[in-house]
């Protein structure tokens, strides 16, 4: 079946340095990817997504390149805030009509220090 | 921006017990979930729901489980009878019809994190 392994945290950083998470999946058809964040207390809020190969999804300084021929979607920053530090969950969805159900991976837990 | 809130934010309930937990999707949202992530698991897809009935549920929403909505913004998780597998932290979220797409990325709400004792 659908899966999504993406890289244990917690990952310690300074700020401004610059942040990779890893995120590879496996799927039977040509998946949207997605990645969400949740900060301290809340919700998952969806921060990017690409819906086909060679797609970058981007937003706050955050970017992802959906990669077919690695089956992957590693996040990037260049610089990290410590109002970045959260749970960052990348998830795909393998529906064709809908995006609602989503195969989550395990989170990876993000602190960036002053 | 519009947000789908959920309450209680935390329910402690007695093994055996019925809970319903209480979600407020977006209002022009048309696509109900929920979801659950038991602590230290992955987020776990539980149900889907559209035009008043279910689409879709995983193997984890069985008899015990229902969903239901009741008026034009609720929408409710129910466990019949808790047991202490069922703790965790449950996540309403909804999506709205996109036009082009046929459906939109879904916003969560906070969760409510339920405890089975």
Same mark, same amino acid.
Request: glycine residues 8%.
């Given at each position: 079946?659908?899966?999504?392994?993406?890289?244990?945290?917690?990952? +310690?950083?300074?700020?401004?340095?610059? &942040?990779?998470?890893?995120?590879?999946?496996?799927?039977?058809?040509?998946? *949207? &990817?997605?990645?969400?964040?949740?900060?301290?207390?809340?919700?998952?809020? &969806?921060?990017?997504?690409?819906?086909?190969?060679?797609?970058?999804?981007?937003?706050?300084?955050?970017?992802?390149?959906?990669?077919?021929? +690695?089956?992957?979607?590693? &996040?990037?920053?260049? *610089?990290?805030?410590? *109002?970045? *530090?959260?749970?960052?969950?990348?998830?795909?969805?393998?529906?064709?009509?809908?995006?609602?159900?989503?195969?989550?991976?395990?989170?990876?837990?993000?602190?960036? +220090?002053? | 921006?519009?947000?789908?809130?959920?309450?209680?934010?935390?329910?402690?309930?007695?093994?055996?017990?019925?809970?319903?937990?209480?979600?407020?999707?977006?209002?022009?949202?048309?696509? =109900?979930? !929920?979801?659950?992530?038991?602590?230290?698991?992955?987020?776990?897809?539980?149900?889907?729901?559209?035009?008043?009935?279910?689409?879709?549920?995983?193997?984890?929403?069985?008899?015990?489980?229902?969903?239901?909505?009741?008026?034009?913004?609720?929408?409710?998780?129910?466990?019949?009878?808790?047991?202490?597998?069922?703790?965790?932290?449950?996540?309403?979220?909804?999506?709205? !019809?996109?036009?082009?797409?046929?459906?939109?990325?879904?916003? =969560?709400?906070?969760?409510?994190?339920?405890?089975?004792?």
């Amino acid at each position: 079946g659908d899966s999504v392994t993406q890289m244990e945290g917690p990952v +310690t950083l300074s700020e401004e340095a610059f &942040l990779t998470i890893n995120c590879t999946y496996t799927a039977t058809g040509y998946p *949207s &990817l997605f990645w969400y964040v949740q900060y301290p207390g809340e919700g998952l809020q &969806l921060l990017l997504k690409a819906t086909k190969a060679d797609d970058k999804g981007s937003n706050k300084g955050f970017e992802a390149t959906y990669r077919k021929e +690695t089956t992957s979607f590693h &996040l990037e920053k260049g *610089s990290v805030q410590v *109002s970045d *530090s959260a749970v960052y969950f990348c998830a795909l969805s393998e529906e064709i009509d809908s995006w609602g159900k989503l195969q989550f991976g395990a989170g990876t837990q993000v602190v960036v +220090t002053p | 921006e519009p947000e789908v809130t959920q309450t209680p934010s935390h329910q402690v309930t007695q093994m055996g017990q019925e809970v319903i937990l209480r979600c407020v999707p977006i209002s022009n949202h048309l696509y =109900f979930y !929920w979801y659950r992530q038991i602590l230290g698991q992955k987020v776990e897809f539980l149900v889907s729901f559209y035009n008043n009935e279910i689409s879709e549920k995983s193997e984890i929403f069985d008899d015990q489980f229902s969903v239901e909505r009741p008026d034009g913004s609720n929408f409710t998780l129910k466990i019949r009878s808790t047991k202490l597998e069922d703790s965790a932290m449950y996540f309403c979220a909804s999506s709205e !019809w996109d036009l082009d797409r046929g459906n939109s990325p879904l916003h =969560f709400g906070n969760g409510t994190r339920l405890t089975v004792t």
